[in-house]
């Protein structure tokens, strides 16, 4: 039959409507999935504000205890925090303060909630890490850019003697320099410095090989110096070195850094996430192969603190599922979300007076969209801390999947329907997915993370229940529905977890 250009057309959407079931094939294979970190998604604090996301001390901040416990009581760890970011870097111990004082640059459009310029760390400022849940790790970051070794150490010295005194949360790593590739040109020049300074701070603080606190290096902005270069140094092999367990590197899939946003279909776009994080690869399997941990230890949708209208909806929560997924395929252990006050991208804003798009006042500390991937991810990783994830192979350009083993079963499946579904369309597609060769006995129970809108800010719900509330706690009872594999619906701009029992 020879095919006219409208018969084509006509034969596409026919099998579009006829026969509109995904077909996924659930493999029996389960001995390839990776290990998934209870603490995948994780947190980095831009360290100027600390106070503002944990209180002082004796009053610690109560929204920010409570959002956080609600993700505790889905993975059973508490979330890990770095806290760092640019102002890490400009930051300085000076015990004449108690929490903070710092200088901050003027307001700008692009950022409302600029990083300070300087920041003198008082004394009981670290000490605040003990107002977070019982079992918290911390990565607390120190200052290389000034190349000052006093600097240095007596950051690292405070730190030290601070987690000495808190028994219930830990220092897991120390982390010396943000983003150094923006201050050093080559692999040779970051390490030979960075060596003298970590051989400095780890002799005054006696840190000891193969025990916490170990050191996080790299921490990089770009892939100008890649892991493999950075290896290639001698860098974690020489003196203090062998102290480092983790290497981080920094992405945001986008920038507001120039003021210009971008569309919410494209942040979810299924083959933008694969390719933003495919690049990393090899990095991760050197990093890997010199017996180290690879983190993503600061990310986020856009740079220069998010774009209002962008990172501030459900699109960016819908694409934070598979960016985390997806990064955890490929064996980034943790992607620590940077979050500030005022950001445009942040879980939540963590104090009042603070708006969603980092302008709008609110009376009330709040979620953001955001906040959803840290229970939608934490749900689906579960509390056994033994779950392993694979991909499921979905040959749909808008439809991702993930399942979740534990003891090589298949538990939980995510399914993602990254179509775009905003305020203003008539319509709101959906798409029907056909789970192929599950247990014929299967039972599924599936939980919706339901948004108004890939574009709405607000009224989104996990499960039926709310999270917008003034307390942090949910409203409402948890909906569940009975689906079955042949049969799963799932609307444009929405996220679906499948329990299999
Ligand atoms: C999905 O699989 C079923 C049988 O398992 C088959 O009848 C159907 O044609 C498949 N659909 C597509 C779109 O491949
Ligand atoms: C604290 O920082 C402010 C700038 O924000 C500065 O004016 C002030 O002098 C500092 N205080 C002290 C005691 O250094
Ligand atoms: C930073 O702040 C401290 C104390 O607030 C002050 O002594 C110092 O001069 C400031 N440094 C710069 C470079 O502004
Ligand atoms: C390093 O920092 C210390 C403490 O702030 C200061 O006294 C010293 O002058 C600095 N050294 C250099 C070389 O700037
Ligand atoms: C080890 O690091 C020091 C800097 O601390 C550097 O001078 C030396 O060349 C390094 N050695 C090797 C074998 O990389
Ligand atoms: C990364 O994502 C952005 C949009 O979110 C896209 O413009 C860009 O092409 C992606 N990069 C790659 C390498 O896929
Ligand atoms: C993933 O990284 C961990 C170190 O964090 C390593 O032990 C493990 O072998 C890696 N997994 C794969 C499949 O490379
Ligand atoms: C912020 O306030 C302005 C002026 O009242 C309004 O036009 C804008 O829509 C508000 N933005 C958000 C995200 O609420
Ligand atoms: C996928 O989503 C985009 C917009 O997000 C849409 O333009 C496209 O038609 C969708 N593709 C399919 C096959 O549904
Ligand atoms: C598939 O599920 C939807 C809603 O979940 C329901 O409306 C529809 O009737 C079901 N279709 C079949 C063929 O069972």
């Given at each position: 039959m020879k095919l006219t250009k409208f018969s084509i057309l006509a034969a596409i959407s026919l099998a579009i409507t006829k026969c509109g079931a995904v077909n996924v094939t659930i493999s029996d294979d389960t001995s390839n999935g990776i290990k998934i970190d209870p603490a995948l998604v994780s947190f980095s604090i831009e360290l100027d504000r600390w106070p503002d996301w944990v209180g002082s001390l004796g009053r610690p901040n109560k929204y920010t205890q409570t959002v956080l416990k609600n993700v505790q009581d889905r993975t059973g760890f508490p979330s890990a925090f770095r806290v760092g970011g640019n102002s890490e870097d400009n930051a300085v111990y000076d015990p004449r303060f108690q929490y903070v004082n710092a200088t901050f640059p003027p307001k700008t459009d692009i950022k409302p909630w600029p990083e300070a310029s300087n920041i003198s760390i008082g004394r009981d400022f670290y000490r605040l890490s003990g107002n977070l849940l019982a079992g918290t790790e911390f990565t607390w970051g120190v200052n290389l850019k000034y190349r000052n070794v006093t600097i240095a150490v007596e950051e690292a010295k405070a730190i030290m003697a601070t987690f000495k005194t808190l028994h219930h949360v830990s220092l897991s790593m120390i982390e010396i320099g943000n983003e150094p590739d923006f201050y050093y040109t080559s692999a040779q020049a970051y390490a030979d410095d960075w060596l003298e300074m970590a051989n400095a701070v780890s002799e005054a603080v006696h840190l000891v090989k193969g025990k916490k606190p170990t050191l996080q290096g790299a921490a990089f902005a770009g892939t100008s110096i890649t892991m493999r270069n950075l290896l290639s140094t001698g860098y974690a092999t020489n003196g203090s070195g062998e102290l480092l367990s983790t290497l981080s590197q920094h992405r945001y899939q986008g920038s507001f850094c120039q003021g210009s946003g971008g569309l919410i279909a494209d942040l979810m776009n299924k083959n933008h996430i694969r390719g933003n994080l495919s690049n990393y690869k090899p990095d991760i399997v050197a990093t890997n192969n010199a017996g180290l941990t690879y983190v993503m230890g600061e990310t986020n949708s856009y740079a220069c603190h998010g774009a209002p209208?962008?990172?501030?909806?459900?699109g960016a929560a819908i694409w934070g599922v598979d960016y985390v997924l997806q990064a955890a395929k490929i064996n980034m252990t943790r992607c620590y979300f940077h979050n500030g006050i005022g950001y445009k991208y942040n879980f939540f804003q963590p104090i009042a007076g603070v708006g969603d798009d980092g302008v709008n006042k609110s009376s009330v500390p709040h979620i953001m969209p955001l906040y959803h991937v840290l229970l939608i991810v934490g749900e689906a990783i579960g509390n056994s801390g033994k779950s392993t994830l694979q991909e499921l192979s979905i040959d749909e350009t808008n439809v991702s999947g993930y399942g979740i083993y534990e003891h090589g079963k298949l538990e939980r499946i995510v399914l993602i329907n990254s179509n775009l579904y905003l305020n203003t369309d008539s319509q709101r597609p959906v798409v029907t997915v056909s789970l192929q060769?599950?247990?014929?006995?299967a039972r599924i129970q599936a939980k919706r993370f339901t948004?108004?809108?890939?574009?709405?800010?607000?009224g989104l719900t996990w499960g039926g229940q709310s999270f917008e509330t003034s307390s942090g706690l949910p409203s409402g009872r948890v909906v569940t529905e009975t689906v079955s594999a042949s049969n799963i619906t799932i609307s444009a701009s929405e996220v679906i977890l499948l329990s299999i029992h």
């Amino acid at each position: 039959m020879k095919l006219t250009k409208f018969s084509i057309l006509a034969a596409i959407s026919l099998a579009i409507t006829k026969c509109g079931a995904v077909n996924v094939t659930i493999s029996d294979d389960t001995s390839n999935g990776i290990k998934i970190d209870p603490a995948l998604v994780s947190f980095s604090i831009e360290l100027d504000r600390w106070p503002d996301w944990v209180g002082s001390l004796g009053r610690p901040n109560k929204y920010t205890q409570t959002v956080l416990k609600n993700v505790q009581d889905r993975t059973g760890f508490p979330s890990a925090f770095r806290v760092g970011g640019n102002s890490e870097d400009n930051a300085v111990y000076d015990p004449r303060f108690q929490y903070v004082n710092a200088t901050f640059p003027p307001k700008t459009d692009i950022k409302p909630w600029p990083e300070a310029s300087n920041i003198s760390i008082g004394r009981d400022f670290y000490r605040l890490s003990g107002n977070l849940l019982a079992g918290t790790e911390f990565t607390w970051g120190v200052n290389l850019k000034y190349r000052n070794v006093t600097i240095a150490v007596e950051e690292a010295k405070a730190i030290m003697a601070t987690f000495k005194t808190l028994h219930h949360v830990s220092l897991s790593m120390i982390e010396i320099g943000n983003e150094p590739d923006f201050y050093y040109t080559s692999a040779q020049a970051y390490a030979d410095d960075w060596l003298e300074m970590a051989n400095a701070v780890s002799e005054a603080v006696h840190l000891v090989k193969g025990k916490k606190p170990t050191l996080q290096g790299a921490a990089f902005a770009g892939t100008s110096i890649t892991m493999r270069n950075l290896l290639s140094t001698g860098y974690a092999t020489n003196g203090s070195g062998e102290l480092l367990s983790t290497l981080s590197q920094h992405r945001y899939q986008g920038s507001f850094c120039q003021g210009s946003g971008g569309l919410i279909a494209d942040l979810m776009n299924k083959n933008h996430i694969r390719g933003n994080l495919s690049n990393y690869k090899p990095d991760i399997v050197a990093t890997n192969n010199a017996g180290l941990t690879y983190v993503m230890g600061e990310t986020n949708s856009y740079a220069c603190h998010g774009a209002p209208g962008l990172s501030n909806t459900a699109g960016a929560a819908i694409w934070g599922v598979d960016y985390v997924l997806q990064a955890a395929k490929i064996n980034m252990t943790r992607c620590y979300f940077h979050n500030g006050i005022g950001y445009k991208y942040n879980f939540f804003q963590p104090i009042a007076g603070v708006g969603d798009d980092g302008v709008n006042k609110s009376s009330v500390p709040h979620i953001m969209p955001l906040y959803h991937v840290l229970l939608i991810v934490g749900e689906a990783i579960g509390n056994s801390g033994k779950s392993t994830l694979q991909e499921l192979s979905i040959d749909e350009t808008n439809v991702s999947g993930y399942g979740i083993y534990e003891h090589g079963k298949l538990e939980r499946i995510v399914l993602i329907n990254s179509n775009l579904y905003l305020n203003t369309d008539s319509q709101r597609p959906v798409v029907t997915v056909s789970l192929q060769n599950l247990p014929t006995k299967a039972r599924i129970q599936a939980k919706r993370f339901t948004t108004p809108s890939a574009d709405a800010t607000h009224g989104l719900t996990w499960g039926g229940q709310s999270f917008e509330t003034s307390s942090g706690l949910p409203s409402g009872r948890v909906v569940t529905e009975t689906v079955s594999a042949s049969n799963i619906t799932i609307s444009a701009s929405e996220v679906i977890l499948l329990s299999i029992h």
